[in-house]
């Protein structure tokens, strides 16, 4: 089966613009978590969604980021009016209903605010 | 706010040689996770201990969750290149489903 997928793999922007990222859980996985991880560094928790509840918004850093997720599929990672400090790896992970259960990762989105 | 700190940051040693990192916090974690992490890839799970005083073996490493759950090791035995990559904890805060990740520890194991 299928891995998480995040697209873009990359992505450039200027300073100002808006961008979205994508993240396709594993089926089935009703849990999913949206981090940061800026480099040679850990990762810093952003969001996270388990079915339909209502989301874990503790770590977005400003009203700039948003997340929105349809049920148990697709969810998007939103930043708006980007800055450089935006700059990062943005991490998404699923996984299952129990909280110590395996997140599995995607290979992350590298964004780049110039 | 809940820290998790890894040491040391960086560890550069030789095929064969045996080393240990450590993940440390002041908080109290429900249960703990090890990964490992490649570059330009996601992180991938290593381990999850949930009982305090716990140790687990995966073949040449080993695990040990601290009895008051607040730290944890990694020992690794032999070390090959293969085991090259960047090592993250994650603690699970109590009563929540957030984890919180550790500052990470870059190995490099030369041939």
């Known amino acids: 089966g299928a891995g998480v997928s995040q697209s873009p793999s990359n992505k450039v922007t200027e300073k100002g613009k808006d961008v979205e990222l994508r993240c396709d859980p594993i089926?089935?996985?009703?849990?999913l978590y949206w981090y940061r991880q800026r480099l040679g560094q850990g990762l810093e928790f952003l969001i996270y969604?388990?079915?339909?509840?209502?989301?874990?918004k503790s770590g977005l850093p400003s009203d700039r980021f948003s997340a929105e997720r349809t049920g148990e599929s697709v969810s998007t990672l939103t930043i708006q009016r980007t800055q450089q400090e935006d700059s990062a790896v943005y991490l998404c992970?699923?996984?299952?209903?129990?909280?110590?259960?395996?997140?599995?990762f995607g290979p992350g989105t590298r964004l780049t605010v110039l | 706010t809940q820290l998790l700190e890894q040491s040391p940051q960086f560890l550069s040693i030789q095929e064969g040689e045996n080393l240990t990192v450590y993940c440390n916090s002041s908080s109290v974690f429900s249960s703990l996770q090890w990964y490992r992490q490649e570059p330009g890839e996601g992180p991938v799970l290593l381990v999850t201990?949930?009982?305090?005083?716990e140790v687990k073996k995966l073949k040449r490493l080993t695990f040990q969750f601290g009895d008051a759950r607040k730290d944890s090791s990694l020992h690794i035995t032999a070390a090959q290149p293969g085991d090259t990559g960047l090592y993250l904890c994650?603690?699970?805060?109590?009563?929540?489903?957030?984890?919180?990740f550790g500052t990470g520890t870059r190995l490099k194991v030369l041939a």
């Open positions: 994650a603690g699970l805060s109590s009563g929540t489903y957030k984890y919180i």
């Open positions: 969604f388990q079915g339909n509840s209502a989301p874990d």
């Open positions: 992970a699923s996984g299952g209903l129990a909280a110590y259960n395996e997140q599995f």
């Open positions: 201990v949930v009982t305090g005083g």
């Open positions: 089926s089935g996985h009703t849990a």
